[in-house]
Each structure stands twice: as structure tokens, then as C-alpha cells.
């Protein structure tokens, strides 16, 4: 459970930011395409910068 709170806590702050940017960038693009650019960043993001500091954080 304190593994989801804290990579919940990691990510939404991530995907909330990152919405309000590519918004302010790009208001002309649909959702979807917003999301097509935001989603890979997230998920590398989560991949070599969050999960590994939480893993050091239980350690």
C-alpha cells in the first residue's frame, strides 16, 4: 500500500503539470494527441527516475 501512495503521490503532481504545459503549447491539438506526447514522458519518467528513487527510499 505505501508503495501506491508513494508513486501516486510521484506521478499525479507529474501528469498535472505536464497537462497544464502541453495545453499552454499546444491549444490547437486534441486530447488524444496531447496525450500521445505526455504518456511517454510519464511512463519514462516512471521507469528511470520514480520507481527507482522510491526503491531507494524502502531500502
Do not use: D, E, H
Not at 12 to 27: D, R
Not at 29 to 43: A, D, E, F, K, T
Request: aromatic fraction near 12%; charge should be positive.
Amino acid at each position: 500500500m505505501i508503495v501506491f501512495i508513494l508513486v501516486f503521490a510521484a506521478v499525479y503532481p507529474l501528469v498535472t503539470v505536464l497537462s497544464y504545459l502541453m495545453q499552454a503549447v499546444t491549444p490547437a491539438w486534441g486530447l488524444w494527441q496531447r496525450n500521445l506526447v505526455i504518456v511517454p514522458m510519464i511512463v519514462t519518467a516512471m521507469m528511470f527516475v520514480i520507481i527507482p528513487a522510491i526503491n531507494r527510499l524502502r531500502r
